[in-house]
């Protein structure tokens, strides 16, 4: 039986050269979905095995009229997934591994429905780049000629912000294109003969398989999609796909604050060492190789405005949030209780050992706590408060990463020079509320010292 790579060149020099399908070997498409076999055996032993095991759930067929690698469509019995075998055997292991992951986020963001709805008011470029937009920000190994933000920001001279949704995206491109009379771009009609193929990726026919969809209203499209993805969870998921399943149930597209400190924590795990008590996740079979931990000590300050602005019930919910996200990393967290100036700051491991805070009642400064940051090694600093201050801070931040999670009854960050990620709570009228986590609303700047939490 031929390897992966040895199957994948005798596919690639086979078609590489071929201008029509009535040119290609009748058993070509057996092989090359030997080919997809393996990729998805390889996914599902992957440790993001979801999407593996969501792509086992999925009609596959050849489709080399489609302009990406990959595209999908819906029918009242699933999705089906198409492959361009030329565009898709040009790209590496991982890249195919990630083009199939780009159609089922697209997928289980709805984004056939939405996009849909929003065809009549948008050019078809508009939403094309702005669903690609949202999907590639959580992908790594894309395909160099990939729509990323910072390819769209740069072409159209855009400032787009990352973590926004689908429709925030298309208003501003949207308004670049009627600038610019770019509308005509994926509006033109198609006149390739149907027996050709496609050997160039265009952004924008790369949803055009989505109008051959059946489309129905979203409950129908919703329980489609829920069934596939109750199949396809065998363990746990990363925090996006967490974070964008969860709006499968609500109407919400925005990332929560708490999630946003997951992908922190994540990008904080650099440093590794050897253990006899974790298997190699490469071969766990072989129990002579060593597995192995995180060496690294993420050290993390919350600091909390105590002027009276932030209700002990947020504060309370949100610091037990943290201490859940970080459970599993070796992490160092110090509390400040701050106003005008720093009234106390103490260590916590467990929700036990956070204090009732000091009663106090005066103004609000943000520069004594980042005065104190700056001299520790603290790799995120949290900072909870109504976002009263200064207009302006008398230090500048240093290279850790800053979340202001600004308090339901507060307003925007005083700050003239915002910088950092901006999460807002909702608000919590007494005790006996419930704090909704995700219902928040976003904001991100940056300075040039400090950039965004990607």
Not at 185 to 198: Q, R
Not at 224 to 237: A, E, F, H, Y
Not at 280 to 296: A, F, K, T, V
Request: proline letters at 2%; charged letters at 30%.
């Amino acid at each position: 039986m031929k390897s992966f790579y040895e199957l994948k060149e005798e596919l690639y020099n086979e078609i590489s050269n071929i201008q029509y399908i009535k040119d290609i070997n009748n058993d070509f498409e057996d092989r090359f979905f030997q080919l997809i076999d393996k990729i998805n055996f390889l996914l599902i032993d992957d440790s993001e095995n979801f999407y593996g095991y969501f792509l086992l759930k999925m009609d596959r067929k050849i489709k080399y009229d489609v302009t990406s690698p990959t595209a999908i469509s819906l029918n009242i019995s699933g999705y089906t997934i198409y492959f361009n075998p030329i565009l898709f055997l040009m790209l590496d292991l991982n890249q195919m591994k990630t083009s199939i992951k780009h159609e089922i986020i697209h997928i289980i963001s709805l984004h056939l429905v939405r996009g849909k709805e929003l065809k009549n008011k948008f050019s078809t470029l508009a939403i094309n780049m702005a669903m690609d937009i949202v999907v590639n920000q959580y992908l790594d190994y894309l395909p160099p000629y990939a729509t990323t933000i910072e390819w769209v920001n740069l072409k159209y001279n855009l400032a787009l912000k990352p973590y926004r949704s689908m429709e925030e995206y298309i208003l501003e491109i949207q308004k670049e294109l009627d600038l610019l009379d770019d509308n005509k771009d994926g509006e033109e009609e198609d006149t390739k003969e149907n027996d050709s193929i496609e050997k160039e990726y265009d952004v924008a026919r790369t949803h055009d398989s989505w109008g051959k969809s059946d489309f129905y209203d979203e409950k129908i499209v919703k329980s489609i999609t829920q069934k596939i993805v109750n199949d396809s969870k065998k363990n746990n998921v990363d925090f996006y796909v967490e974070n964008i399943l969860s709006d499968l149930n609500s109407n919400n597209n925005k990332i929560s604050w708490n999630l946003y400190l997951k992908k922190i924590m994540g990008t904080l795990e650099k440093g590794r060492k050897k253990t006899i008590t974790r298997r190699n996740r490469r071969q766990p079979n072989r129990l002579d190789l060593r597995g192995e931990l995180s060496n690294h000590i993420a050290r993390i300050v919350v600091a909390i405005d105590i002027s009276g602005s932030i209700s002990d019930e947020e504060f309370n919910e949100a610091i037990n949030e943290v201490l859940n996200i970080v459970k599993n990393y070796k992490y160092e967290i110090t509390i400040i209780e701050c106003d005008t100036k720093i009234r106390r700051t103490y260590k916590v491991k467990i929700s036990k050992d956070i204090k009732d805070r000091l009663n106090t009642r005066g103004g609000t400064s943000f520069s004594p706590v980042f005065k104190y940051v700056n001299n520790t090694d603290t790799n995120i600093l949290i900072y909870f408060t109504d976002g009263k201050g200064e207009r302006e801070l008398e230090v500048k931040p240093g290279k850790y990463k800053t979340l202001w999670i600004i308090s339901g009854k507060g307003d925007e960050l005083s700050l003239e020079n915002k910088f950092g990620v901006i999460k807002k709570l909702k608000d919590v009228k007494s005790k006996e509320d419930t704090i909704d986590m995700m219902d928040i609303r976003s904001d991100g700047w940056s300075m040039n010292n400090q950039q965004p939490i990607l």
